[in-house]
């Protein structure tokens, strides 16, 4: 028997069941408008409106309370929309509600402004095309019905590459793949996750010299083991609640794995969350051409892999390679450098300078008194991997600039013309 227990002081309800927490929801508090923490049981949970006929109710009645939400899937969900939608169901059974569940359910933050949808199969951005192509407009600076996505993984045509590392801690590249022909996770079945780890894991397998490296699932690791994996960026945790409500973390932790390489610069997460293949490739200091040259040659070995066993991966001419969030569409990239930026982070002009230079910045709340700062690519979307990566390195090129002259006591004026 479930009991909701009233925390009005800390605007908090609390379920239980059976001595376990099942779930916290913020109700009324300023900052966070809704969230929630579910124990490990209850990780897998179960889209119940894809259960109920939708013919039963009118799309009015259907409709979700987005009252109060700024995800951006509330801000471009209409009645109208949604009443024309939600009858199509895909070739894999992937309805509207389930798609925009998790925007339902987590409305979102102020001041971070979350997408709030979920594609459950390739098919979804074409069948859906009424709510998913309003959202990529709006999450990708107008990106069109007509526009094209460019490609672009030669490595040598990056320019001046070599951060200083006396400033640069850290680089780091990331991307996701996802196999053409198979379920998003949010929509996936346990047989077809269990072949997509299958599929992946001997293509990771023809990655040889310097990028070879082991597999290992998540289940082989002791909890204090699998916790410092993650620390190093050489594992995943189990699914977030707010995966959670996606019904991505079924049958954790199934067919989930991560591989990465001898040297522990090359890692690829197979079943993570939002789609079926992440590669990151690692770098101490601020060697960013050296890191994206160990990326594209690990994706060149798999997209080869993955062809010669008959299969590819999701991609289109115009939204480039298909994940489950529309953020990621495109080239799916961040590259991040963590740079030191003590005293140009103090300049009231410096959120405008980044703002200029089409890149984001978070704090890194371990090193926030050194101020260093996670820089990376803003965009993801109509631009080639080598123009974003491009892109990042010119901009920390430039802020380093700026740090060094303030060190000396000169102005930096005329730099800010340039950002």
């Not at 939608?85 to 987590?106: E, K």
């Not at 793949?177 to 293509?203: C, D, H, K, Y």
Request: charged fraction near 20%; charge should be neutral.
């Amino acid at each position: 028997m479930s009991r909701y227990i009233p925390f009005w002081k800390y605007g908090l309800y609390i379920g239980t069941s059976a001595g376990a927490v099942l779930a916290v929801a913020s109700v009324n508090v300023k900052e966070f408008r809704s969230s929630f923490l579910l124990g490990a049981a209850e990780c897998s949970t179960t889209d119940i409106s894809a259960n109920v006929s939708p013919h039963r109710y009118s799309a009015a009645e259907h409709y979700p309370n987005l009252k109060g939400h700024t995800n951006i899937m509330a801000q471009c969900l209409t009645p109208v929309i949604y009443a024309a939608l939600r009858d199509r169901v895909t070739s894999a059974g992937v309805t509207l509600d389930r798609c925009i569940q998790v925007g339902v359910d987590n409305p979102g933050h102020p001041r971070i402004r979350t997408v709030g949808l979920l594609a459950g199969d390739e098919e979804s951005y074409s069948a859906f095309s009424g709510i998913f192509d309003p959202v990529i407009a709006e999450r990708h600076g107008g990106y069109a019905k007509g526009d094209e996505h460019p490609t672009n993984l030669d490595h040598t045509q990056i320019k001046g590459g070599n951060l200083d590392p006396d400033f640069v801690i850290s680089c780091r590249i990331r991307t996701c793949r996802n196999i053409r022909g198979f379920s998003l996770p949010s929509n996936v079945s346990r047989a077809e996750r269990r072949q997509i780890e299958s599929v992946l894991t001997q293509s990771l397998k023809n990655l040889s010299s310097g990028l070879k490296g082991r597999y290992f699932p998540m289940g082989s690791f002791a909890e204090d083991e699998l916790a410092s994996l993650v620390n190093e960026g050489l594992a995943f945790d189990r699914p977030s609640a707010y995966y959670c409500t996606a019904t991505i973390g079924r049958d954790w932790p199934d067919s989930r794995g991560t591989w990465y390489n001898y040297d522990r610069n090359l890692v690829a997460f197979v079943n993570e969350n939002e789609d079926q293949l992440k590669v990151i490739s690692l770098q101490a200091g601020g060697n960013m051409k050296e890191a994206f040259e160990r990326f594209c040659n690990a994706l060149i070995v798999l997209e080869k892999s993955i062809r010669k066993a008959g299969y590819e991966w999701m991609w289109n001419p115009h939204l480039g390679f298909i994940t489950s969030c529309p953020s990621n569409l495109g080239t799916a990239l961040r590259a991040s450098v963590f740079i030191k930026l003590p005293l140009l982070s103090q300049d009231p002009r410096f959120p405008a300078i980044i703002k200029n230079l089409r890149v984001h910045k978070r704090a890194v709340p371990e090193l926030q008194h050194d101020g260093v700062f996670d820089l990376s690519n803003q965009d993801r979307l109509g631009i080639s991997e080598v123009d974003l990566i491009q892109q990042v390195i010119d901009a920390a090129h430039l802020l380093l600039r700026m740090e060094k002259r303030l060190r000396s006591g000169r102005s930096i004026d005329h730099l800010i013309t340039d950002a």
